[in-house]
């Protein structure tokens, strides 16, 4: 079956069509008003109360220069003569040319003693670096950053005799103790 559309209904049609071009086309006209009065006000009256005052900049003070001229004063920062010929003949220094051990880059309260044993008559302390890595010692091994030398080891207990700077050229030993970790 065809269907025909007779010429009333075309015309009803297309009366539609322009009816609804014509509607959007004034809902648009409407809402495009050229009217800014609303905008220009709340502009001009948004900066109202908001003048404030600028702190004035701090005056600069005028730097006064100094001359050192105390050049007959001993220098505080280097030994006298009197001084350096006797921290020679103290007699205790660490050996700085000695090849350092492993848990000599630690400082000496970060290690820990975790455990003791004994093999072939000799005892060795285990002692546990901040990085968790266990290390085998014996009397004799070095360990912490203070030179110290392990000159005992006992069950629950590594004796240390530590040799730490005691003035510029002075060098002093220091008795410490490294005990088991609970």
């Known amino acids: 079956m065809r269907s025909q559309?007779?010429?009333?209904?075309?015309?009803?049609?297309?009366?539609s069509y322009r009816l609804l071009v014509l509607t959007i086309y004034l809902m648009i006209v409407a809402c495009s008003s050229a009217d800014y009065s609303d905008?220009?006000?709340?502009?001009?009256?948004?900066?109202?109360?908001?003048?404030?005052?600028v702190e004035p900049l701090p005056e600069v003070k005028q730097h006064h220069s100094f001359t050192y001229k105390a050049?007959?004063?001993?220098?505080?920062?280097?030994?006298?003569?009197?001084?350096?010929?006797q921290s020679?003949?103290?007699?205790?220094?660490?050996?700085?040319?000695?090849?350092?051990?492993?848990l000599e880059n630690f400082p000496l309260e970060s290690l820990s003693m975790v455990g003791s044993l004994e093999k072939d008559g000799h005892i060795f302390a285990l002692v546990k670096s901040?990085?968790?890595?266990?290390?085998?010692?014996?009397?004799?091994?070095?360990?912490?950053?203070?030179?110290?030398?392990?000159?005992?080891?006992?069950?629950?207990?590594?004796?240390?005799?530590?040799?730490?700077?005691?003035?510029?050229?002075?060098?002093?030993?220091r008795s410490n103790k490294l005990m088991l970790a609970d």
Do not use: C
């Open 71 to 85: 050049f007959d004063i001993s220098n505080p920062f280097v030994p006298r003569r009197s001084e350096q010929v």
């Open 130 to 173: 901040p990085e968790g890595t266990l290390h085998r010692v014996k009397e004799g091994n070095y360990l912490g950053q203070d030179f110290g030398k392990i000159n005992g080891i006992a069950e629950s207990e590594i004796k240390v005799v530590e040799i730490v700077q005691d003035g510029v050229d002075e060098w002093m030993e």
């Open 39 to 53: 905008l220009d006000t709340f502009i001009s009256n948004s900066g109202e109360g908001l003048r404030g005052q």
């Open 5 to 15: 559309i007779s010429v009333g209904q075309g015309l009803m049609i297309k009366n």
């Open 88 to 102: 020679a003949g103290s007699g205790i220094q660490p050996d700085l040319n000695r090849r350092k051990e492993a």
